[in-house]
Every structure is written in structure tokens, then in C-alpha cells.
């Protein structure tokens, strides 16, 4: 098992910045890759994905809409991942939340591919 804890959350305005962190207990050996998604509210709103890093190595990705804008990164001796969002928009308003994939061979941009889930941290960006 692999437990998650995102913090960092908060309410911004527009153009502003946050840096999330997801802190890993438990089996974290077992993390091939680490992921950031958001969910908006509203019906029928899906989860996200935002951005991904492989556990070892250099290789990490993010979605079209935040490229250039939020960069991942990750502490391996602390077992974190952070976040780092700037030029936040308004509609990026959301649960931002924190995964693990803990097998290789998954799909870094697929929410299904992930096992392990945070509880989630609100994003709120003011216009």
C-alpha cells in the first residue's frame, strides 16, 4: 500500500502562483510513476491529467494546456512530488489531486493506469 498526501492548495488569483507537494508513505519503493490531475466542479467533469515523472530517471510530462506554465519535480529522499503552477487561470480551478502508478508499463496520462490516489487539495484561482 501507498499512502498519499497532497498539501499546498489554496486560493489564488488569477496569474498568480502555488506549489503543491504530495508526500508518500508506506510501499513507496513500488512508485514507477507519479502523477498530478485536476477535477473542475461540475457534473460530468473528468479528472485531468496535468503532469507525470518517472520515479527514477529524468523523463516527465505534462498536458498541453500547462506546458510552460507548471513544472513537476520530485525528492526522492523525501519521497515528495511537487507542483509548481504559475500563471494560474481561473478556470484551472479544481481538486488537484496525487497518484502513483507502482508498476511499469502504464500509460502516464491515463487516470486509470494509476493505483494509488491522494485525498485530494483545493485549487481556487480568483479572476
Keep these: ?32 510513476v507519479r502523477g ?40 526522492n529522499a523525501k519521497n515528495t512530488v511537487y507542483l509548481q503552477m504559475n500563471s494560474l487561470k481561473p478556470e484551472e480551478t479544481a481538486v488537484y489531486y496525487c497518484a502513483v502508478q507502482s508498476y511499469s508499463g502504464g500509460i502516464v496520462y491515463a487516470a486509470s493506469n494509476y493505483n494509488y490516489w491522494g485525498q485530494g487539495t483545493q485549487v481556487t484561482v480568483s479572476s
Design 1 to 32: 500500500q501507498v499512502q498519499l498526501v497532497e498539501s499546498g492548495g489554496g486560493l489564488v488569483q488569477a496569474g498568480g502562483s502555488l506549489r503543491l507537494s504530495c508526500a508518500a508513505s508506506g510501499r513507496t519503493f513500488s512508485s514507477y
Design 36 to 75: 498530478w490531475f485536476r477535477q473542475a466542479p461540475g457534473p460530468g467533469k473528468e479528472r485531468e491529467f496535468v503532469a507525470g515523472i518517472k520515479w527514477n530517471g529524468d523523463n516527465t510530462y505534462y498536458g498541453d494546456s500547462v506546458k510552460g506554465r507548471f513544472t513537476i519535480s520530485r525528492d
